[in-house]
């Protein structure tokens, strides 16, 4: 049984692979059908204009746009709205560009390959001592 804090209002509650306590979960999902019928209703406003007028938190609206739950409604939206956390470009949803998430992929490919090389290398250093030292001590003690 895992007890957490809910995050937003402070409370105590089962976990259950939700981050927020189920009333808190009833607020967020209210907020985000309030947003989405506001951008549906109000298309080319902006993030400002629509937290404003909502009483939505800007910073919320900025979570359901990253986690894609928004990715519609943010094409009516004047503007971009989110930038690649990496390199300022504009992007729809989430933290970074694809190019960057390729980058970043590729240079953790790179690195695991290195890794797994110099363990290999290692592994095979030791079993080259091994031999030698055996064969060491056989001609010691003739």
Partial sequence: M????CPRCGSIFLYC???LCENCRKIEEEEFEKVKAYLQKNPGTTVEKVAEDTGVSLQQIMSFIRNGRLSEE????SGDVLFCERCQKPIS???MCLECQRELTQTFLKT???I???KAQ????KTKEAKVRFLNKARDNK
């Fill in 116 to 118: 797994r090389e110099q």
């Fill in 2 to 5: 895992d007890v957490r804090n």
């Fill in 17 to 19: 692979g939700l981050r």
């Fill in 112 to 114: 695991q390959t290195k």
């Fill in 93 to 95: 949803e989430g933290k």
């Fill in 122 to 125: 290692k592994e095979t250093d």
């Fill in 74 to 77: 943010t094409k009516n939206f």
